[in-house]
């Protein structure tokens, strides 16, 4: 983890893009293939699942390209994120995780979030407690309304316009709130597991992502949050689990969580609506235009009758 701190400033860094503005870098594959090999030299028989490759029952990485599942009901399976928060890792950003979480019967059971620059290694196992290096149980924040709460909220690698109208309409909602007050403050740390592991930490009181890139995004830190006191839901506040492709997390208190989702329902139905008045305003424009352009005919036609 030395040399991920190093590595970090090394000049000559090689980055690709997954798509767009989604990075990777050598790094990334580097330390998804020694974690994945030394959890697979000790536990040969569990399955290993990363972002950026998938590991093979032949003992090779394979690109993420390949099509791959979530095991089995029964295979104990590591998930894997190398370098959580790549972007910031490229332009020399601290906030960078490293995240690894085992799942049993499709449940999150143990989760370990390293973060390299702050030498922050946050830990949890179902029934354990969570903690941070060698200090007490941590616990979430008490924070009961957004207008005691510090959140994060993170726009990943999607830059499609309608997804970005709505993810602004949701914060400014935030930012504006009249009843209990607006929203205390906002951050976007650019790494979801930083995010998880200081709400476990109750640095951060609640965390919202419409987005997060795949389980590896979080599933140690559910179970950090869940140890800590606190609850990790779906959009619909219906628990959160795991499923390969992008996804949506609400991460906080119980409390806090709630009134999160509601807000959420909230401006997305606002939105959807406004949506759907504007497309039937266009509708009835082109009818009336429609019906304008057919009258006119019909009176020319009429006219033309008239004067043969
Ligand atoms: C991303 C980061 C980012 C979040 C994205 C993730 P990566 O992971 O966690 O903060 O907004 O949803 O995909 O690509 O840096 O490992």
């Not at 959420?264 to 406004?274: E, I, K, N, T, Y």
Request: charged share 20%; with cysteine.
């Amino acid at each position: 983890m030395a040399s991920l701190r190093a590595r970090q400033s090394r000049p000559c860094l090689a980055v690709e893009s997954k798509g767009g503005v989604d990075l990777v870098t050598e790094v990334d594959r580097l330390c998804e293939k020694e974690i994945t090999q030394a959890l697979h030299a000790e536990y040969p028989t569990h399955a290993f699942i990363g972002e950026e490759s998938t590991f093979l029952s032949t003992g090779e990485l394979s690109s993420s390209s390949a099509p791959f599942g979530l095991p089995g009901e029964s295979a104990p399976t590591w998930i894997i994120d190398p370098i959580d928060g790549t972007t910031n890792f490229v332009h020399g950003h601290p906030f960078i995780a490293v995240a690894i979480g085992l799942s049993i019967h499709q449940d999150v059971v143990l989760g370990v979030i390293y973060l390299p620059v702050l030498n922050e290694m946050y830990r949890a196992w179902r029934g354990g407690g969570a903690r941070c290096n060698d200090g007490p149980l941590l616990k979430v924040s008490g924070a009961q309304s957004i207008h005691d709460a510090l959140l994060v909220n993170n726009i990943g690698s999607c830059r499609e316009e309608e997804f970005l109208q709505l993810s602004f309409h949701r914060l400014y909602a935030l930012m504006t709130a009249k009843l209990p007050g607006p929203l205390q403050g906002l951050r976007m740390s650019g790494s979801a597991c930083v995010n998880l592991a200081l709400v476990a930490g109750g640095r951060l009181d609640a965390y919202v992502e419409d987005g997060v890139g795949g389980v590896w995004d979080v599933a140690a830190g559910k179970i950090l949050v869940e140890e800590a006191g606190g609850v990790v839901v779906g959009w619909e506040g219906e628990p959160w689990v795991l499923r390969m492709g992008r996804g949506r997390v609400i991460a906080g208190n119980a409390a806090l969580v709630s009134d999160l989702v509601a807000r959420m329902r909230d401006v997305d139905g606002r939105v959807w609506r406004r949506k759907r008045l504007r497309v039937a305003l266009k509708v009835g424009m082109i009818a009336l235009m429609g019906m304008g352009l057919l009258a006119m005919r019909r009176r020319r036609e009429g006219a033309t009758r008239r004067s043969g």
